[in-house]
């Protein structure tokens, strides 16, 4: 099989000169952090999404855990997640003491199945063993079925966060994810390999002032400065008050910044993207690969382009993805499902416990797809997979 001439990675961050100036302003500043650019990169994200509130912080997977924690999530409580996801859509609940469980995902999607997630809680109902919040994944920036997940929540009461790391710049029924109107509250990931970066980032997007005003506090340590949320009388221009047991998970100005500037490029990052995507599509159309597609309804910001194998090559799955690193081709795997890992293990959970994540793990195959991926590049990868089917 041909190489190609250089190593193609499956994903890569988009930096350009207006991004590097935005960092160094931010360094000739006289904040480095708790400055301007926080608050300037969360009321951009408000506007992006239609969300009234928003709290950045340095990486996704800390805004997972004052989510949680915003919403009460502590020990008996039971969360749910999807195991096709990274292992932060699940690590959240036990940060909280919580106890974790999975809704099998739909084969075809990658994304939690809604028949399973229906299954499980009539199920669960009988036990008493009902979730307090369920953490939906939207793979790929694919969204998942809120509609049919909001209405369960209402039906047995649980609480929604989702985990949209991957679906900055996605739309679901012609709103912006993130808009939380089928959710409590919503996350994204400004890690390099995701949409657009801050290097490390991450927010949460809520309509709901109480959960809000709980997660910025949590994200500084538990402290107030703010006079009418304070329990005596100011002691002096020095006061504030440790309300709760909070963490350092602030974003810095730098991260802030750098994540004002990219957004300015999100619409054409995400198109460009779309525009490969479609090139793909096409190029597979006549093949028996099952090809991750967003519904209908939604547009996705097309973080990962994921293709399953056909049953007849599932033995080949390692083979191939192998090769393709052979021919300097970085083809990926997204994910191994969570309760495999062996943490996870010792939990308690079995391999056959969902088995569509099996099966979607054995079929599985990330091919790079970013924006600046060339077209010959993206020949090579067609010509290549072609060849192999
Ligand atoms: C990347 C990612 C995270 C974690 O994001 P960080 O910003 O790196 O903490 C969480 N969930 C999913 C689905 C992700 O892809």
Redesign the pocket.
Same mark, same amino acid.
């Given at each position: 099989m041909d190489k190609f001439e250089q190593f193609i990675p499956y994903g890569r961050q988009h930096i350009d000169q207006a991004d590097i100036d935005a960092v160094v302003d931010v360094l000739q500043s006289d904040y480095l952090t708790q400055g301007p650019k926080v608050p300037e990169f969360e009321s951009q994200l408000c506007h992006l999404t239609g969300a009234q509130f928003a709290c950045a912080t340095n990486? +996704?997977? #800390? +805004?997972?855990h004052i989510a949680c924690l915003a919403l009460n999530v502590g020990i008996g409580d039971i969360v749910w997640t999807s195991p096709i996801? *990274?292992v932060?859509?699940s690590n959240c609940a036990l940060y909280c003491n919580a106890t974790i469980d999975f809704v099998d995902v739909d084969t075809n999607t990658g994304l939690m199945s809604i028949n399973a997630l229906t299954k499980k809680l009539a199920d669960a109902e009988k036990t008493n063993t009902l979730p307090k919040v369920v953490i939906p994944?939207h793979?790929c920036g694919h969204s998942c079925d809120m509609k049919a997940i909001a209405m369960l929540a209402k039906q047995y009461s649980f609480r929604i966060i989702e985990?949209a790391? =991957?679906a900055v710049g996605s739309f679901y029924q012609g709103k912006p994810v993130g808009s939380c109107q089928y959710s409590d509250i919503s996350?994204f #990931? *400004? =890690?390099p390999?995701?949409i657009i970066t801050s290097a490390? !980032? !991450?927010i949460a997007l809520t309509n709901k002032q109480s959960l809000a005003d709980k997660m910025s506090k949590l994200r500084s340590h538990g402290i107030t400065n703010v006079a009418s949320e304070m329990t005596e009388p100011s002691h002096g221009p020095w006061y504030y008050q440790q309300q709760m047991l909070g963490f350092n998970y602030r974003m810095t100005e730098l991260q802030a910044a750098l994540g004002v500037s990219q957004l300015r490029k999100l619409k054409p990052l995400v198109s460009t993207r779309n525009a490969k995507a479609v090139i793909y599509d096409e190029a597979f159309a006549n093949t028996d690969l099952t090809i991750l597609k967003p519904a209908d309804n939604s547009q996705s910001s097309y =973080?990962l382009y994921v293709v399953l194998l056909p049953q007849r090559l599932v033995n080949q799955h390692k083979n191939i993805i192998e090769k393709m690193r052979e021919a300097n081709i970085c083809a990926h795997l997204h994910y191994i499902p969570i309760h495999i890992q062996p943490f996870y293990q010792t939990l308690g959970f079995n391999e056959q416990d969902f088995p569509n994540a099996m099966d979607y793990y054995h079929r599985a195959i990330s091919i790079p797809l970013y924006p600046v991926l060339d077209s010959k590049a993206q020949q090579f990868i067609i010509d290549t997979i072609k060849e192999m089917l």
């Open positions: 990486s +996704a997977t #800390s +805004a997972l996801s *990274f932060a859509s994944v793979l985990d790391s =991957h996350i #990931s *400004f =890690h390999v995701k490390e !980032g !991450g =973080h």
